[in-house]
Structures are given as C-alpha cells and as structure tokens.
C-alpha cells in the first residue's frame, strides 16, 4: 500500500483484517520490522485513542514516533495555491509536507473537517495536500470526510462477535448537543460496503450520509424498524448534511436504550467513542455486557498496527 | 503493589526507601524489567519534575511512555455518574480509563483541586475514578490531596541528610500570592508521621492541615517556636482549609529567611518545587549550603522508579 | 564543545562541517553513542523543523529525548535576580535549569526575543542563565539573537552545492506582515564571516543587522546591485533594527521574484522556513529547481547530529 486514506486504498479488505486480527495475537511478532524507520504523527486536532493506539502499533513494530500538535506546537498551515500569504498562516503546506517528508518514514494526519463549507471539507484538503507533497507513505489518523483505522477496528470487532455469517448491522444517528464530522459514519458505512454484511443506515431528514460512502445500504428514518433483528447496532451522531455542518435535530427518542435494544436480535452496541452518555446511548446500555465500545478501542492498535506495516515496506 | 496514590498503599515504608535509594546507586541494573511494558502519563495538570523524572524513571526500567496533556491533547473528561452529557465534557472517565488501560500497562495520572468545594476536592475524584474503572495499576503523579512520589523523594532526602537517629523535621506554611493545593504538605506529614522522626507543624490560624494527615505531628501558630533546634525545614504554601481554597493571610513574617533558619539546628532546607522566591524563602537561604531543593528533585527520579519497578510486577 | 549557542563556540567550523557531511552519510553508525543519555529539549516558543530534526539527530545517535513545551505543559519561567516573586511566574530559571540538569545529560532550548527591548533581547538572557545554571551541555535550539543548527546546515548546504571555491553569497532581507527575531539573520552573517564565501548583505534603510553578527560583509540598501552574480541568494525577513521589533517597511518590490533571480550567476534560492509565499519570495522561484529550501530543512537532521555527537562526549 502507498497510502491509507479511505477502505478503496486497500486493494485486499479480507487480508488486511486477517493481518490485523494476526497482528492481536502475536503483537510483538514483527518487532524489528520498524528499525531505523519513523512514524510522524500530525495532529491538527484532538486524539486520545488514536493518538495512543497508534504509539502502542508503532512501538510494536519498532518504529521511533515523532509526534506534533502541529497547530500548537508549530505554525498554522495555508493550503491554497498561489495565496500571498500575509495573514496568520505562517507555512505553506507544500514546504511543510516535504520538510517533514524528510524527517520521517511514514506520516499519519489528523485534520477534522471546518463544518461550514460542505464542498470545500469534502475535498479533504489537508490529507489531499500532504499526500501530494509528501515523499513518503501518509495515513489517515481521520480526515474531514474519513476515520479508516476506526473503520478496520470495527471490522475486526463485528469479525470477532458475529454469530451469523452474514449479520445484520444497523448504522443509526443519535442526538449530540454540538455539531460534529460525519468522517465515522461515512467510514463505517464505506467499509461496511466491502464487507459480508446487510448494512441498514437509520437517521432524521436532513442528515442522509452522501451516496458515495453508503454505496447499497438499505436507507430509513424510521429509526425502530431499522433496528428490527439487528446483530450490531453502531449509534454515531454526525451533523446535518443537508443544512450542512448543522445541529438540526435533537430529537432525544433516537437515543439508544435498552428499550431499542430489545428490538433488535440480542444485538451489540458498537460506538467509536468518545460517547456522550445518556445523548447517544443510555448508561444501562454503555454499561451493559452487550456493549463492545471497549473491544473497539482495543481493536485500534491492532488495525493500526496491520496498516504500518503494510506500509513500511 | 496495586496502586500508589498514599503511603497507605505501600506495606513497607522502610523497604520502599531502601529501594529507591538502591535504584539511585545502579539505576540501569533493571533495563530490561519494562521491556514489551508501556508506561502511560496522564496530565491535567502542568508538570515539570513529574513529567521528566517519571519519564527518567522509565526509560532506567525500559519502559515504552505514552505521554498525554489529556485536556489539551484529547478530551474534557467528565467524572459524574448518571448525567446527560449535553455539556462541554465529550467522554466520561468510565470510557476513558477503560481504553486507556487497554494500550498502556500501567497508568499514571496527575490531576490538582478544583478548590471551590472541599468535600469533593477530598474524594479525590479524578484519581479514584481513574482506578475504580482503570484494569491496570494506577500511580498518582500528584492527586487532588496528596502527592506521594514527591513524598517519598522527600524521605530519601532526609534519609541521606539527617546527622541524628531521630531529627526533629518541621513543616511550615509559607506565603504564596495564590491559592494553592494542599496536596504536598498533607502528604508529606501522612509520610513523616510513618517515619522516625519528631514532626512539627506550623501555619497561620486557618490553614490548619486535616487531621487524617497531621496524625501525631505536633501543631502549633507559632513558627519561631516551631523552629528551634529543627534539623530539616520543609517550607510549603498551601491555601486556607477553613476559608477553604482562599488565601486569607499573605503576612510575610511567615518566609523562610536566614534570620529564621538561625533559630534550627543548623536545619537544612527543604521545597518540593517550583518555589517563589522571596516570598516562601530567601534569595540568601535558598542559594546557600543547607538548601537541599536540587537533591529533593534529583531523587524524583529514584522514587518515580522504585514505585514503577513494583508496579510492573 | 561545552556548549552551542553560536559559532564562536566551535573550535575548528570546517571539520564540524565535514562530521555534519559524515552523518549525513552514515547516519546511524554512532547509534550507541548515547546509550543511557537523554537529551532534554525546553520549547518556549513553536517549532516544527528543529523539533522534528533534533528528535531525529538524537534517535540516530540512540539517546533518549525528554522534550517539554515549558511555559505550557510546566510553569511560567522568572529569570531576573532578586526579585519578589509575586506575579504570575511561578519558578526561577535558577531552580528549572538545575533541577532539569538532573534529569537530562543535554539540554537543548528554544527561546524567542520580545521584540520589545533590544538591549535585553539581546543579552539573550534565557539561554545564557540556562548554560549559567545548568550543569550539563546547553545546545541553542534558536535563541533571542541566534539560530546556529540553522547555520550550520546552511553551510552545509552552500558546501554541496557551490560550483566554484569562493561563491557569492548575498544576505536579502525581504518583506513580511509581522515582525520577527533577527536570529536567523545575525546566526547566518556570523556563520559566513567564518566561511570561504563573498558575503553581501542587503537591507532597507533601518534594518541593518548588528555588527558584531555581520562583520566583513558588504553591506549595502540597494538589493538588484547586491544580487549580481550572486551564486546564492539567501532571503529572510527580520523586523526593524533602528526600530526596534517594528516593521517599518513593507515595500513588495523587495520579494525574491524570478526577475530578481534572473540579475544572479544562476543562483540558488535559501530560506530556513517557514516562508511566506509571495510575500518573501515568489512561487515560481520557490518551486524551481534553484530552490534549496527542502535540502536546507533536511540538512538540519546532520547538522544537530554533528553538534550533539560532540556534546555527549
């Protein structure tokens, strides 16, 4: 692989996610793989899980790890061509990617989408840019429109926890009190395209994830007859794309409850975190054994692990 | 060990400090005991010593660090049970100690008082909640109360210093132009009052320390009393305990001067750091031979790595 | 060396050059030379090439790295004597810099001028009390006045792309919409004075650099006669040096173009970045193939692994 940005950069989904659950049974397998190679790590926003997960892949490899909170620790980063740069961005993105190209053997990028201009975030121009400037291999550590390492994790999750061959998985929006990216939920429904499973996606008017992400998942805002014998129930709350970037809709009878989850077949619960409770899920819910939040999070150092060394080599 | 967050936690104070002091002597004998161990620092709060000591101390263990500013670096934490999460806190600490224990193998968390509300300040919230959800051994890297890593630097010191059996060691409030926690005089007399030697305590009325940790310390308003014939000094602020978290006296009577120290037995100085300068103690005292602050920070270092080297077993 | 803070500091700058070409070369022969070692790096100010690249001169050469954002993960800095500390400062420079030697067997610091005061900017007051202070090696990782790993890798870089034994070398300044240190500047004359080269430094009116820095160099305000011939053209902004800190001219017409390109002996382009597009320099001769810059930024990597090799030892 030259790149990890979206599922369609994977040119074996199956192989990758039998790497990644190898790569949880015997972690330190390949510990020498990474010698004399660095992983950059570039946050433009927020990450614990993946910030940590990604450490703990990398040191299983052996990889050295340089990590900026480039907004804060560095300069701020213009991405327009041909721009006289007069304002506060002090460093053009072409010179940054190939300066810290340099540095490093392979870069991840975190860069949330800005949620005003719905074309513009949809362009993932920050990713876009440091993978066309970049000399080396770059990974998604989420973009404005995608969350790929979140996405194989949850591959591996519902791998591990499935009881049919072909379960039945229920994406569901659920009500938030702030405006987030819809990079989740355009993931998971991409990679769940790829994968051996039925893909029902439930939300309100106004917040249907854009065609080229939920491919040919059966699409209804009746949130209770989605979740009808669902095996996996992955709550998500992303804001309004039709009212683009937008709290639209707070309707709290679309949160997750016990009472939901008896609709469905003895389902689990899946969420990327971090979960606001009570808004997106119900405690009793969260807390319940049905919950796999926990195996998700555990799941990230493993596809992050499969995906560096993919692309170390 | 389990956890340290308390001299509570330890079952042998005497073999604790011999440890440390060993680790001191031969700090790389155990390079290899944290090999494939990750080591991860959570900070709430501003760090100077901890952080570098603590990552001194592993890099002597061969210990993996994941370090994180959690506020800044990820998310705002909530610690409550049963609330709507509709505010600006986006995980609950339920989630985040349970992911976290899952990449790192041991947790180390430094999170300071609210000083608005005693009575939760003393649950020490952040700290417990850490361990009651946390599946691996958590390490206070100073808590709401206490900070038992500086503590048993501070027994090292005395340890290497003291020219009696049993020296007479006071602890005295000092002035400070803001509001501080009482985490490092609570925990020092917790940790004098396990060793053999004669505590006194002074401060201005109104700072008078808990009684769960003063234990059999002497108390008294005078310091100049308090003073004579002390073998260690150890000058601290904290605010007030009965006008709880404010600053009620700012009488510079109470800086440790050279005047003051004239009243000791020829007593050393001692400060856990960072210290005002000329207002908790003079220029004259702190530059001159009795000052042991550099020697207290040094043995950070060998507390911090007793402390891992149990932990990691 | 003892130190490195500007070239005065190193004994013999050509063979320190030719170690910086080896490194480059043979970049992890050395890998066992800082077994046990850390190296301690303190930003008070943003970085993103001296971050990266010292990380990694420091992975090659196997020594630990403990780096700290000072004033925001620890505590606000005081350095002036005694004073009262009753402001917002909250540790000694006297304290953090003996306390972190302790932990650290290098200290590398990056700290910014205020732009205020010229006189103290330039008695470059944190990096001197650190080395005053510290009882380990002290590295200048960009001080108020100076940035000598910069330097350093510019000449590494004139060095192996001149095309006769004695290039000309021409110092422009070049417009930008904020006031900035004269480091780089100062760093970079200093540096050339050393050097088998024809330096011309080119300025508006006001913006002369100090004497001390610029030495023998030709010094003149009209920048195309400057350019003539020039082998290399070597563009920064710095603010006013009449006014202090001011920017005081913002004339475009001072912009490396491609017409300003065309008066040189096919010169190359230098700038230590981050740059300004279109306001320092254009984005055809930034794109060209005369660009230096991603050679000069890589350059740093050889240039701080040849000054730490010396500082171990």
Redesign the interface.
């Known amino acids: 692989m030259e790149k990890y940005t979206s599922v369609h950069d994977v040119p074996d989904v199956t192989a990758l996610l039998n790497e990644a659950l190898q790569c949880k049974k015997t972690p330190?397998e390949w510990e020498n793989l990474g010698k004399?190679k660095?992983l950059?790590l570039l946050?433009f926003n927020?990450?614990?899980?993946t910030?940590?997960?990604t450490?703990?892949a990398a040191?299983h490899l052996g990889l050295?790890i340089?990590s900026?909170?480039?907004d804060?620790?560095?300069?701020k980063i213009?991405t327009e061509?041909?721009?006289?740069?007069?304002?506060d961005k002090?460093?053009?993105i072409?010179?940054?990617a190939?300066?810290?190209s340099?540095?490093?053997d392979i870069l991840g990028v975190r860069s949330f989408p800005g949620l005003i201009n719905k074309q513009m975030d949809y362009q993932d121009e920050v990713l876009q840019n440091f993978i066309k400037y970049a000399s080396v291999p770059v990974l998604s550590l989420e973009s404005a429109i995608r969350h790929p390492l979140q996405s194989l994790a949850d591959l591996m999750t519902i791998e591990e926890h499935k009881q049919t061959d072909r379960p039945k998985v229920v994406l569901t929006w659920a009500p938030h009190?702030k405006p987030l990216p819809q990079a989740v939920g355009n993931s998971f429904a991409e990679w769940m395209n790829q994968a051996d499973v039925d893909l029902v996606i439930t939300c309100p008017e106004g917040y249907e994830l854009d065609s080229q992400f939920t491919g040919n998942a059966t699409i209804t805002h009746n949130q209770n007859e989605a979740l009808e014998g669902a095996d996996f129930v992955y709550a998500k709350n992303w804001s309004s794309t039709a009212s683009y970037g937008q709290v639209i809709n707070t309707d709290r009878s679309w949160t997750i409850s016990k009472e939901k989850m008896a609709l469905t077949n003895q389902g689990k619960f899946m969420h990327c975190?971090?979960?606001?409770?009570?808004?997106v899920v119900t405690?009793d819910v969260?807390?319940s054994p049905a919950s796999l939040?926990?195996e998700q999070?555990?799941n990230r150092?493993y596809s992050a692990q499969a995906v560096l060394k993919r692309l170390i080599k």
Chains 1, 2, 3 share one sequence.
């Open positions: 330190w004399h660095t950059g946050f927020p990450s614990l899980r910030r940590m997960s450490q703990k040191s050295q340089i900026m909170n480039i804060k620790d560095g300069w213009e061509e041909g721009v006289i740069m007069d304002g002090a460093e053009h072409k010179e940054a190939g300066v810290i340099q540095y490093c009190p975190l971090p979960v606001r409770r009570n808004m405690d969260l807390d939040v926990l999070a555990n150092t």
